[in-house]
């Protein structure tokens, strides 16, 4: 494998580069008011409530298009609206492949602007704010010629810095990795979402699938991927810094078979803004208990799951996005990589993701929480 300083400037040595939400006040510097209106900003775009509200407003306008629309469009209302969910239920291929130009119906340049746009989105910005949400960077990135596998832990309740600092430009990704050209995974399950779906193609979203994936990066993309999945979501609880990776091994082959480099990234405050019921560690009692198979059983049979929240609101603590230097794989690419390789560079990866944790966990983390990977 190659020195990762060989792919750009390294500048963790010397002062690493920390970029923070644009116009964005400390986080005890925000008057009642505008913590006030942050908190309507999350309870509108934090992503269950969004979809429950999409959802909602997509249903009301199928049964109730009388109570919005004049009584001669209802009728027609109704009728774009089951076509529509024909549209996301069996054709649209946009989540499997480049997002809105794979319908033939808006050109990839046009498509770059509108993922500019969904990305700078003010409303992240704000989100950004609420959480007092930074990103910092170990090293620059070089664009040309290279692509990155940006691998996020851990998944958290919702991958709320994942959000804010990668699939978004809420904290400045666009301004601190200049010229690279992303996409992000989420489950297909969201894709089934009637409107939320527009607008996060529109963000440059794909399928989390080896497909989709493998496509984008041998076009020379880069893309970013929570590998914990629902397993990790599941150790979503305030104290633990807990990643489900020994078995996931799935993204080092991909990284061997297109020869891209894979970009560790820790997210400090992750598991601390959403207290949820945590049953992993056998202490939540009977009822804890048997949520939690409820949620395995849920995560076998749906491939995701829920975390079950104590309160509504997310907490308003300090969230860190640490991006660490690039593990690269170009000296070793080959088609059919055997397993041997695969485990070889897999315990190489979490070696180094070790050692970013303890290289940053004294200023970003939380005291006397220790990195695990189950």
Partial sequence: MQDSKSSGSDTSHKKECITP???SPALTSVSTLRLLFLRLVVLIHFTPYCMCWCAFLYFFLLLFPEYVFVPDTCIKVRTV????????????PSPQCDGFPATGWMSPQFYDRVMKYCRGARIYRWMAEYFDATLVKACDLDPSGHSYLFLVHPHG???????????TDGCGFDTAFPGI????????????????????IGSGVIAANKAAIMKHLTLGRSVVLVPGGAAEALHAHPGIFRLYLNKRKGFVKVALQTGCSLVPVLVFGENEIVETLYAADGKAGCLGQVLHTLQKFMKNVCTFTMPIAKHVLP????ITTVTGRPMHFNAVKCNDPTPEMVEKYHKQYLEQLRKLYDEYKGKYGIEGVELEII
Avoid: H, M, Q
Wanted: proline fraction near 6%.
């Fill in 21 to 23: 939400p644009p116009n």
């Fill in 81 to 92: 609206l089951v076509f529509y969910s024909i549209w996301i239920l069996f054709v649209d």
């Fill in 157 to 167: 309740f919702l991958s709320t810095g994942n959000i804010i600092s990668l699939i």
């Fill in 181 to 200: 050209d992303r996409r992000s995974c989420t489950l297909s399950a969201v894709f089934l979402t009637p409107f939320y779906r527009e607008w996060i």
């Fill in 315 to 318: 907490r308003r603590k300090r």
